[in-house]
């Protein structure tokens, strides 16, 4: 079964503090995983994917197989970055097929000034 | 250049009624989906588009649920005989191919009373 976790629904952090933001999968494969963001009133939007090794907006995330986590981090967070964060796996077929993306039910971040 | 559209962006039904919801993929995009979020959930998956084949309606939750994509371009997910756990936003995202970047749409609300 293909699942993801993520344990927070709930974090608060200040403006200046590092912040991580947590998420496990279940996947018998090698999924590809995601963060998104959704800032207040704003579409989902893609923040970054394991495949791309990209920093965005100065997010890291670092895919732990051992683990099965893919942990989004930031050194220094900034008031901006209050949303609703969701990670997300795409299972990888090589026959092809649907790349459906499995979410997380979401961790909502707010930084205090 | 334009995202995805969707439309209507609010919809109040009364329980047993049909609703039509439509979304307008981004010019090209062959890949399209359909995405259901409950309240205080992420979203999950509903069915899947290749251009006008539709390869994977493993995620829709019975037969009142219909999708189609009849020209690769414009879907539209109809709902049958309404019932208040039908009450979400429904998010359509579409791609250029596989394993490409999803972009979403704003969503539709649709309510049951």
């Known amino acids: 079964a293909q699942r993801v976790t993520q344990p927070e629904k709930l974090l608060s952090v200040f403006k200046g503090a590092p912040v991580e933001l947590k998420c496990n999968y279940s996947?018998?494969?090698?999924?590809?995983l995601f963060w998104y963001v959704q800032y207040s009133r704003q579409r989902l939007q893609l923040l970054l994917r394991h495949i791309s090794r990209e920093s965005i907006k100065g997010f890291t995330a670092d895919l732990n197989k051992g683990e099965t986590s893919f942990h989004l981090k930031k050194p220094f967070a900034q008031e901006e970055d209050s949303a609703m964060y969701y990670c997300a796996l795409s299972p990888i077929n090589p026959q092809g097929g649907s790349e459906k993306l499995v979410f997380g039910k979401g961790t909502k971040l707010t930084v205090n000034p | 250049g334009a995202g995805v559209s969707q439309s209507p962006r609010y919809k109040v039904a009364k329980r047993g009624q049909d609703v039509a919801l439509r979304c307008d993929p981004i010019s090209g995009h062959v890949s399209l989906f359909w995405y259901q979020q409950a309240l205080g959930q992420g979203p999950e998956f509903l069915t899947y588009f290749q251009n006008e084949a539709q390869l994977d309606k493993s995620g829709l939750p019975s037969d009142r649920f219909f999708a189609e994509r009849p020209e690769g371009s414009v879907s539209t997910l109809k709902i049958q005989r309404t019932q208040q756990e039908d009450s979400a936003v429904y998010l359509c995202?579409?791609?250029?191919?596989?394993?490409?970047?999803?972009?979403f749409g704003p969503g539709t609300r649709l309510l049951v009373l």
């Open positions: 995202a579409s791609s250029r191919g596989v394993m490409e970047t999803q972009y």
């Open positions: 996947y018998s494969g090698s999924p590809e």
